[in-house]
């Protein structure tokens, strides 16, 4: 049998992606050396122009290791530069999101091929595992109908779409079934889910969690203005792990309306006050350096970010993106203020990040997922803080309960069972 190599760049829903196409082989073996492989399969990002870069070093690379072997482009790059690349040769085959299910008759192909297929379809694959991780990521929704001015996704993910909650919950009892208790609900805009189906995120959560074996479930990201009174109502149960991803992007309103964004800080503000009140840890995404952000609207922005009850950070540059509004702006930030700006935001959200663990640190449930070496283990908590776990136990994939834990500056340390 050929042997296939899978190269996964990006967001969890390319994570989940990949387990799909992994799940659909039957003609071949998956390989985990990309250098005696026949095939190389590179579920590829598009987000920025650098994530572009990184696909076609990728690419450059793998063609110096492994000259023979054939190179298929998937993903969300092959909705963006599979035209391209394929015209150049530069990969024998590409295959859009909708051809996914197919990978076991388009790999058996002896001629190159360009299937980028389209844009509307909603994969019903239920996969038995998810190889190598000891937490399973669930797509529940693919696109995104919002169209952020510096954002690239709608026109390479579609429009916003929902999973059917039968084929959801067949995917999380098997998963459940085969032994894993964390899910992390993911999608191009997860909080859009159920709006085409009539059905809500938080009707869909309570089905879950009758599921036997479902432990803890977990939210890849949420758009503020998605979390309603519904969904407030869970914020107590004892399976929703207790961090939040909220995706704010600016906390300055002329910033936000430049990025065309469907929140304002008044409403983000009580609402996050709101849902830290309740014991939450937050995280948001923040994008520094867009154009159009002048230095009194950063001191507006980082002052607000001092106030917020924020622990967790995803903080970016602005990153050009060929097709999208914001290339099109023209008072862009230099580079060096840009990063200057990201430092700051940075260090201020981990600052309060330390605050919270020190505040946090006892009664922790952690789900071990790897380990470090021998003896130590890394997991993370409910609040999605990184643990680090010392034992003589073998402690692989399995959730331990700590009592007191000790806060170091990037994470929290325990010595279980010692
Ligand atoms: S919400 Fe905005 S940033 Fe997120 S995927 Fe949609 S358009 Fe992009």
Not at 150 to 174: D, F, K, M, W
Not at 193 to 218: P, Q
Not at 251 to 269: G, I, Y
Not at 324 to 351: F, H, Q, W, Y
Request: a negative charge.
């Amino acid at each position: 049998m050929k042997k296939v190599y899978f190269k996964t760049f990006g967001c969890r829903t390319n994570q989940f992606d990949t387990q799909i196409m992994l799940s659909k082989l039957k003609n071949f073996t998956v390989e985990d050396d990309e250098c005696s492989s026949d095939i190389i399969v590179i579920n590829s990002c598009t987000v920025t122009n650098s994530a572009d870069s990184s696909v076609r070093g990728y690419i450059s690379s793998v063609k110096r290791k492994n000259p023979n072997a054939k190179i298929i482009l998937a993903g969300c790059g092959a909705h963006s530069k599979g035209d391209t690349l394929f015209d150049e040769k530069a990969v024998f085959g590409v295959m859009g999101h909708s051809e996914k299910s197919n990978i076991d008759i388009l790999l058996q192909k002896e001629d190159p091929f360009c299937e980028i297929g389209d844009l509307n379809h909603i994969d019903s694959t239920v996969v038995g595992d998810f190889i190598g991780k000891s937490r399973a990521f669930i797509k529940i929704q693919e696109g995104c109908d919002f169209g952020c001015s510096y954002c690239i996704i709608p026109s390479v993910r579609g429009s916003a779409r929902s999973h059917e909650t039968e084929t959801i919950l067949e995917q999380i009892s098997l998963l459940s079934s085969n032994g894993f208790g964390e899910f992390i609900l993911t999608g191009t805009n997860v909080g859009s889910f159920g709006k085409d189906k009539d059905t809500t995120l938080a009707k869909l959560l309570k089905k879950i969690s009758y599921i036997r074996g479902v432990r803890r479930i977990r939210i890849g990201s949420l758009e503020p203005i998605q979390i309603d009174d519904e969904f407030k109502e869970l914020l107590n149960e004892p399976w929703m792990a207790k961090h939040l991803h909220i995706a704010l992007q600016h906390t300055d309103d002329k910033m936000l309306a430049l990025m065309n964004r469907r929140n304002v800080f008044s409403e983000d503000e009580k609402l996050l006050n709101h849902i830290s009140q309740r014991g939450y840890a937050i995280g948001t995404d923040f994008i520094v350096g867009h154009p159009g952000e002048t230095e009194q609207m950063w001191q507006n922005a980082i002052k607000r970010v001092q106030a917020l009850p924020l622990t967790h950070i995803h903080a970016f540059t602005y990153s050009k993106r060929d097709g999208t509004p914001s290339t099109s702006m023209t008072d862009t930030v230099k580079g060096d203020i840009a990063k200057t700006r990201l430092a700051e935001l940075t260090k201020c959200v981990n600052e309060k990040n330390i605050i919270f663990r020190e505040n946090n640190h006892r009664n922790l449930e952690v789900l071990i997922e790897s380990t470090k070496n021998k003896d130590l283990y890394k997991g993370y908590d409910q609040f999605y803080n990184l643990l680090e776990v010392k034992s003589e136990l073998d402690l692989s994939n399995s959730w331990i309960m700590i009592e007191d834990a000790e806060v170091k500056n990037d994470k929290n340390f325990f010595e279980y069972g010692c």
